[in-house]
């Protein structure tokens, strides 16, 4: 039978390795239950190729049933390092699984990593500046992944100049070479008209961002090239664009219908605008696939199931932030920029009709 004295001693010894009531477990606790040295412990839960596979093993068991997990505070003052990764997005940005899509993928990359993923939302239509600014002053994060990229864009020139890793969601044209993953909406826009030429559509709209972002002068150089190979005419879309509200998109869809020379073709760049256009033009009285028809970006497959006559293409953001993940985490490591550039190409959802 164990004494009061040496319970009591024995219950001191445990508290003072943060392993009773609410205290955190360290390190420290980890070697004891181990019986291994603190630094040991250290070395294999960082995966040192000196430290044995079945040591590494036992290490990482007991961690994950203590539920340790490495101080913050304690690391950036051992390494400098936060390991953070900071997604700064924009609540604007589109609600089909945009965000989601994107947030999974990154996380797939990062979950085999030290790294943590830190989501730092904001609006847009304020200064986007702000949350870059102020990872940059508090230090904390090892490396940002931004979007909503304009051709010169000054996040990007603020974070070179402080040598801030980071990655875009899309490309710049001011002369500094950067990690990127983009969507080639050249192509898209070209192809979208094709399509719809050689289903005789003539007079076409494209519903495009805001002119000050990268991807809206790459769909323009796709769309008005296809228009002269193929001789179709362009209706424009006036001041609406993929960031006006939904309400205002379907309202001017159903005004643009009731013209006396309508659009027969439509290219949205948002597959939740495109529901609100194609709401509009039934509201007029048109039939999609009959008299008028849609080519859609989509970042998830979900326009065919609710309206296959749409000729969808699909932007794979879950496959975008696998690629901004990687490229961020080798330009951490120190690999040249221009090394860290991707482009990925539409492809056509398998659920749209068949031309």
Not at 103 to 120: A, D, K, R
Not at 202 to 217: D, E, G, M, V
């Amino acid at each position: 039978m164990i004494s009061k004295k040496a319970a009591a001693m024995d219950e001191d010894k445990r508290r003072s390795f943060g392993t009773i009531g609410n205290q955190r477990p360290t390190l420290k606790t980890i070697a004891y239950m181990t019986g291994l040295g603190i630094t040991t412990v250290s070395r294999a839960l960082k995966d040192a190729p000196d430290i044995g596979a079945d040591t590494k093993e036992r290490v990482r068991l007991v961690a994950g049933q203590l539920g340790y997990h490495p101080n913050r505070a304690g690391v950036r003052l051992r390494t400098g390092k936060t390991n953070v990764i900071a997604l700064v997005l924009s609540i604007e940005q589109e609600l089909m699984g945009f965000s989601s899509q994107m947030v999974q993928g990154i996380s797939e990359v990062l979950g085999g990593t030290q790294y943590h993923l830190v989501l730092t939302p904001h609006s847009f239509e304020k200064d986007p500046m702000v949350p870059v600014r102020y990872i940059l002053d508090t230090g904390s994060a090892d490396g940002v992944i931004i979007s909503r990229i304009e051709p010169d864009d000054p996040r990007v020139r603020l974070m070179t100049e402080r040598n801030l890793p980071f990655v875009t969601h899309g490309r710049t044209s001011m002369g500094i070479e950067h990690p990127y993953h983009d969507f080639d909406n050249t192509a898209f826009a070209y192809q979208a008209v094709e399509r719809l030429a050689k289903r005789g559509r003539r007079h076409i709209c494209l519903l495009a961002p805001q002119s000050r972002f990268a991807y809206y002068t790459h769909s323009r150089i796709g769309f008005e090239r296809a228009l002269a190979d193929f001789g179709v005419s362009e209706v424009p879309m006036g001041r609406i664009t993929t960031e006006t509200s939904l309400e205002d998109i379907r309202a001017y869809s159903e005004k643009l219908s009731r013209l006396p020379q309508p659009p027969d073709g439509i290219i949205s760049m948002s597959g939740s605008a495109t529901i609100a256009i194609a709401s509009g033009l039934e509201a007029s009285g048109r039939k999609l696939g009959r008299n008028v028809d849609i080519v859609s970006k989509q970042s998830a497959e979900f326009l065919n199931w609710i309206r296959p006559e749409i000729l969808a293409v699909n932007e794979d953001i879950r496959w975008a932030g696998r690629e901004l993940a990687k490229a961020l985490l080798a330009r951490i490591d120190g690999a040249a920029p221009e090394l860290l550039q991707s482009v990925s190409q539409p492809e056509w959802s398998i659920k749209s009709p068949q031309d």
